[in-house]
DNA sequence: CATTATTACTGAGGATGCCTCATTTGTAAA
DNA sequence: TTTACAAATGAGGCATCCTCAGTAATAATG
């Protein structure tokens, strides 16, 4: 009895797993108005009318999809860090990781904008996005019992200011066709550098060797980004 | 003749701009998906045929929509910066003003994620968004010019961490119901000075003066703010 | 002023896509 | 094999975007 309905609930979970996939890719690929229930129903090996056992509606498909595509992000952050290394690098390393993610994921980031409209409370963030961004917040508040980091103002301005520079430069970068970092990330860990490092660091930090450094990580950042978008790959399928 | 073909124009011309702001009223009420066509057609006391003899759809109305209020936004932000101003003073009345338009007209804001998904280019920004931004890299080069800035690494990068800064933090006072900055402004001001301040200033710039200031431009910043938002208050008008 | 030509507007109806639900299919228990 | 229950289906209802044949308003002409 209890063993069945464990199997019924992995199924379940694993249908649903299936629908997000291929709603994602059907968003992604026809944009959210442009993407038929019915598409996302085939492109699942479904009818339509199944979707609905699985979402009341469009809207929170999208949501699933948005909030699916955050947790792997959160994932692959947490793997792209290293506890044991200096704070700034441990922030130059989650900024590499934010921005490639946003790069080479620009449509689900774009589809994130569109999540929330569901009556309700008036505006709201995905949970899946709140926990994402806490990882931030983790890395400077470690900083700061370290003795890295200033304890200076308000962490949520710097959260901002991090966040709001690597998706605004993304942008650029996408509409350039560039698909790779030129320097924004080191521009930013240096603005943070020069308000937020303390005084009289313990190591004295050699800001060279953080750059130099940082080109021995980049395979290791990379691999956790393609880890999990391997989760989000088509698998073989028709209509 | 003529006259008479240039009193149709402006006739065009007059009902256009009463069709996008009633648009624009509907779509901040109900969202962009909530927001029928025969809704804001009689909002701008009209048949819904008629909206199409305007804008070719819905997707287009909606893009008019975003380029008016980047526009206007663009008129705004010319009045309240003064040129006569030392470089940072204007980036710091610059960034108060956007955040204060960015506060006050997030719905507008929001909108303006949903252009340019009709085909053709894959992605590209609104004209008017474009040159609204320009603004910033305007001041910065006149302070290249002046000697007050130093001519540092791409424009762009800094554009995108002020904006980027400024969007982010915008939205995290909106989630916290607080309609006014708290020092938003001020941390980021202070964190441009600091990467892109001119090591020997003509005038030594006395940092408390600065914010001391502040407080006497504000009144002026939000009178250009209200003066363009004006623009966008509804006339008297009922179904 | 009457008539005609031109332009602007209208709203019923076609097309499309979201969502429901009566029916069918699959699966487990008796 | 039969019965009970859960899962899946897809035709059709419904709402909304958009079109277009018809109407009203305006300007040109006699």
Chains 1, 2 share one sequence.
Not at 211 to 231: C, F, V, W, Y
Request: charged fraction near 25%.
């Amino acid at each position: 009895m209890t063993t069945v309905k464990a199997t019924k609930r992995e199924k379940f979970e694993a249908r649903d797993t299936a629908i997000i996939e291929a709603a994602s890719r059907v968003f992604a690929e026809r944009g959210v108005d442009g993407a038929k229930m019915v598409d996302i129903a085939k492109a699942a090996g479904l009818a339509e009318g199944t979707l609905y056992l699985y979402h009341r509606n469009k809207q929170e498909l999208l949501n699933a999809v948005v909030g699916q595509f955050w947790s792997n992000l959160t994932a692959g952050a947490e793997q792209a860090i290293n506890h044991s290394q200096p704070t700034f690098q441990q922030l130059q390393d989650l900024a590499s990781y934010h921005l490639n993610a946003m790069l080479s994921q620009f449509e689900l980031v774009q589809m994130s904008y569109r999540v929330g409209n569901t009556g309700s409370v008036p505006e709201q963030d995905l949970v899946q996005i709140r926990a994402y961004v806490r990882i931030f917040d983790a890395v400077v508040t470690r900083g700061i019992d370290r003795g890295e980091i200033k304890p200076a103002i308000e962490l949520w301005q710097w959260r901002d200011i991090f966040y709001g520079t690597l998706e605004f430069s993304a942008r650029t970068l996408k509409l350039r066709g560039k698909h790779q970092d030129d320097g924004v990330v080191n521009n930013l860990i240096a603005l943070l550098r020069n308000s937020l490092q303390m005084a009289a660091p313990q190591k004295p930090q050699n800001r060279d060797a953080t750059a130099a450094d940082s080109t021995g990580r980049h395979a290791e950042i990379m691999n956790a980004l393609h880890s999990i978008q391997k989760q989000l790959e088509p698998p073989v399928q028709d209509g």
